[in-house]
């Protein structure tokens, strides 16, 4: 089965200083994955997705993440924090090998971010 | 574009009540939508997945009965609540696949609706 573990329930950093948020996926294929925001209250807005192609994804908000096969990873990073960053971030993977099926979560990552 | 909305995006209602809640894609397509649902400081559980014109599919532990889903068109799908109780009070989020290649499969989210049952 499809799974994703956020290894950091809670990330904070100092604006201006670079971001990490680690996920790692297990998959029975070759997966597409996904990272997600969600500010308060709100839905998610994807970031970024990788699916099969580059191995090195570049998003919106100046977030990347890199697909790292050896290491089952796909940690999401930001070279410097804004406060505008700080939200709950979901690492996901899709559920099924094809494309747009349903999307199995992480338990989030809060990422706070201070002046 | 690529606008998914959902409504209401807050309800209260009393224990034993049924609350039906709307998914819509605004400017495209969607053969299928997806229900989720998200605990407090939680993750999102996928609960259904809801096909236009079919039955939807359910996730294992999800009681078809009491959630209630209806892909009636291509730009519409409801979940209903049914003899809601306090432990259905949650955060339920839709997203729509668009039905063209040119989105390219992407799953589009709504905002959310907040469930409160008394």
């Known amino acids: 089965a499809q799974s994703v573990t956020q290894l950091d329930s809670h990330v904070s950093v100092s604006e201006g200083t670079p971001v990490l948020l680690r996920c790692n996926y297990s998959?029975?294929?070759?997966?597409?994955l996904f990272w997600y925001v969600q500010h308060p209250n709100k839905g998610l807005q994807l970031l970024l997705k990788?699916?099969?192609?580059?191995?090195l994804v570049k998003g919106i908000n100046g977030f990347e993440a890199e697909f790292k096969k050896s290491e089952t990873s796909f940690h999401l990073t930001k070279p410097s924090a804004h406060m505008s960053d700080a939200a709950e971030y979901f690492c996901?993977?899709?559920?099924?090998?094809?494309?747009?099926?349903?999307?199995?979560f992480g338990k989030g990552t809060t990422l706070s971010v201070s002046s | 574009g690529a606008v998914v909305s959902q409504h209401p995006s807050r309800v209260i209602c009393k224990s034993g009540t049924s609350v039906k809640i709307e998914c819509r894609s605004l400017?495209?397509?969607?053969?299928?939508m997806f229900w989720y649902r998200q605990f407090p400081k939680k993750s999102l559980m996928l609960m259904a997945t809801?096909?236009?014109?079919?039955?939807?599919?359910?996730e294992q532990g999800v009681e078809k009965d009491k959630f209630l889903i209806n892909h009636a068109s291509l730009t519409l799908s409801t979940l209903t609540v049914t003899s809601a109780h306090p432990e259905d009070s949650s955060f339920y989020i839709c997203?729509?696949?668009?039905?063209?290649?040119?989105?390219?499969?992407?799953?589009?989210f709504g905002p959310g609706t907040r469930l409160t049952v008394l």
């Open positions: 997203s729509a696949r668009a039905y063209t290649g040119g989105l390219g499969n992407e799953q589009f």
């Open positions: 998959s029975s294929y070759s997966p597409s």
């Open positions: 990788y699916t099969s192609a580059a191995t």
């Open positions: 996901a993977v899709s559920k099924a090998n094809q494309a747009g099926t349903a999307l199995i």
């Open positions: 400017d495209f397509q969607a053969t299928t």
């Open positions: 809801s096909n236009e014109g079919s039955k939807a599919t359910y």
